[in-house]
């Protein structure tokens, strides 16, 4: 496990690129392994590609301004087993641009099942019909979520 410390400077910097994660400099802010964030101790985010992906349990435990889209509870199973996010599942559509990183909630608790990356904007999401809409990158049992705490 290679552990880095973030620099103050590096902190402010992450501070700016992440519009949901708010750093400050008394933060004490690592990232594992190149792909792991935690700050103080409590895992943040990971990076896939070019994507920073908000970690279920910090979304849980802080309220984050990421775009929610809310699913009947049929379609629950299935994106807790990491499937992808069809149209016809989806209830409610907050405003988003296509490509954002969104979080999926059940319809009955609005508690966070996965987060996914959208295949379209949300203007289009309403019209469309039927299809595949949301790509899930993180769901609620995954290894990400099962990850331990440093």
């Known amino acids: 496990m290679k552990k880095k410390t973030l620099s103050k400077s590096e902190i402010k910097q992450l501070d700016e690129e992440i519009a949901w ?23 943040v985010l990971y990076y896939q590609d070019d994507l920073k992906i ?3 349990k910090y979304l849980l435990k802080h309220e984050v301004s990421i ?7 049929g379609a629950v199973k299935f994106v ?8 016809p599942g989806i209830t409610k559509v ?13 319809e009955t ?25 949301l ?6 049992g995954d290894e990400i979520w099962n990850k331990q705490v440093l």
């Open 135 to 140: 790509k899930n990158l993180h769901y609620v």
């Open 80 to 87: 807790c087993n990491g499937a992808d996010i069809m149209r």
């Open 21 to 43: 994660l708010t750093l400050s400099k008394k933060d004490n802010v690592a990232l594992v392994d190149d792909t792991f964030l935690y700050v103080n101790n409590e895992l």
């Open 94 to 106: 907050e405003h988003f641009e296509k490509n954002a990183l969104v979080v999926i909630v059940d």
């Open 109 to 133: 608790h609005g508690k966070p099942l996965a987060i996914c990356q959208t295949l379209l904007s949300s203007e289009e999401m309403e019209k469309q019909e039927s299809g595949k809409s």
């Open 67 to 73: 775009p929610k889209i809310t699913v009947d509870m």
């Open 54 to 56: 908000p970690v279920l």
